[in-house]
């Protein structure tokens, strides 16, 4: 697959706002426009509830938005595709299939022979430390694995970009930080476009390029910072810190914003009740 | 494997040796309850001669076709109302005014119906065998992780028909059993009503058959029989689910 330089997804004035079943308006998100770079790894921050996983959902396809386009290397989103991967929170392996059958899962999709599938899906988990568990059945790995068996998975069709929303969040801090440092080398290695949600900012700061942190709801963009540090990166240095300490400084102010938000909508939820 | 009946051939055990003592205590009329010896002669007598393999025969007959036939119909409708809400809202009421009537209260018109041959009572099975499949499928689709389809869609199930062959059918696939394992059981129970009343073959003809020439001998032999087979299946369905049990974690 050849891939041209530049824009991998262009967001031209993307917002949501959803129907909610009192009838009330949700304004999810506000018009977004952003631009993503080819083998970029973005990583999204912001409070709960900003529609983080609202513009994840719109741009694998999952849903429509009530404004603006969306455009994979130039060609409007119109659903999903095997060229969109995505890897969620709950893993959402596929538990009757073994390891390996997972990973062949798109790859037979895109119609490839039973013997080439096998081989590239056992060196994608290869890549990610599981080629020795290839037969096995999801149920009997942990979390951990499970979630290093879906990101063989969302990568081994080679799609030109990934969406992670909030990958690692059901995860213990120290499988945390090791499964970042396979994502970071798997993507070292195949250089796919990556947006990635996060409510870590230590997270954030270890695996971008460049960091989005998202307003309050309707989730429009606060500010972007570009991560000037080189992999691998110490999350102990005072260059680390810093990042550190200006991203929460955004954050808290959305954050109280936030439960502004939130405590307005119980009330009017009480109200109507 | 056979330690699992251990439990049960413990029971048998204690029910026949409680039998065994009423008779000793109370000796009943023997047309009412005979001693265990008894039908276990006529047991022997009935399998030698073939005749319980007739009876047994004919009710396994009746109830696998006509449970068969019901999932061949309560599966696609049930994956159909499973998936689609729109369907549903329109199939759900039939659904919700048919499954409160027992299938046994459709005997008397099966019989009006078909009279006594094997079409009125594969209808009676059919209809007790048809509602927990359909219930189990419709549940079994509905509770698929949303997240599981999104995750077919971007490995490239983009078409209905292949979202549904490769996510949809194996993911609901282990709720589809469990209501085929449930409504044979159903169905096992039907069929020996309907042949209570309207047959002239089956376990249920057998008992009622029984009765009617004061036998109770050959009504416990039949009783034995059901029991025994219900025992089988469930544990060959048992079985089954569990080599299909994903997604129930
Ligand atoms: N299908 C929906 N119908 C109605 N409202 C929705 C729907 N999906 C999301 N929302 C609302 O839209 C807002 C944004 O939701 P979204 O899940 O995108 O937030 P998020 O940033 O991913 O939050 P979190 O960090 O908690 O995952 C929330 O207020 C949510 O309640
Ligand atoms: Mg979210």
Redesign the interface.
Known sequence: MTRRPGKAISIRGIAMTYASASGSAVEALAPIDLEIGAGEFLVVVGPSGCGKSTLANILAGFGKPTAGVALIEGTPITGPAIDRGMVFQSYALFPWLSVTGNVEFGLERKGLSKSARREVALGYLQSVGLADFADRQVDELSGGMKQRVAIARAFAPEPSVIFMDEPFGALDALTRRALQKQLLQIWEEHRKTVLFITHSVPEAIFLADRIIVMTARPGSIKTEIRVALSHPRDTTSAAFRDYERSIYAQLDEELVKSFAVEAADLRQGAAAD | MLWRAAPLVVAFAVIVAVWQTVIWVFAPHVSLLPPPLLPAQEFWKLLASGELFVHTGMSLMRVVSAWLLAGCVAIPLGLAMGWSTRFERIADPFVELFRPISPLAWIPLAILWFGINEAGKIFVVFIATFFPTLISTVAGVKRI?P??V?????????DQQ?LFR??IL??A?PSIIVGLRISFGTGWAAIIAAELVAARSGLGYLIANGMEVLRADKVLVGMVMIGLLGVAFDALFRQLSRR?S??R?
């Not at chain 2, 999104?150 to 983009?158: E, T």
């Open positions: 992780d997240v599981l999104h995750a077919g869609q971007v490995l490239g199930c983009i292949s490769k996510v194996p993911a696939l299909y994903w997604g974690t």
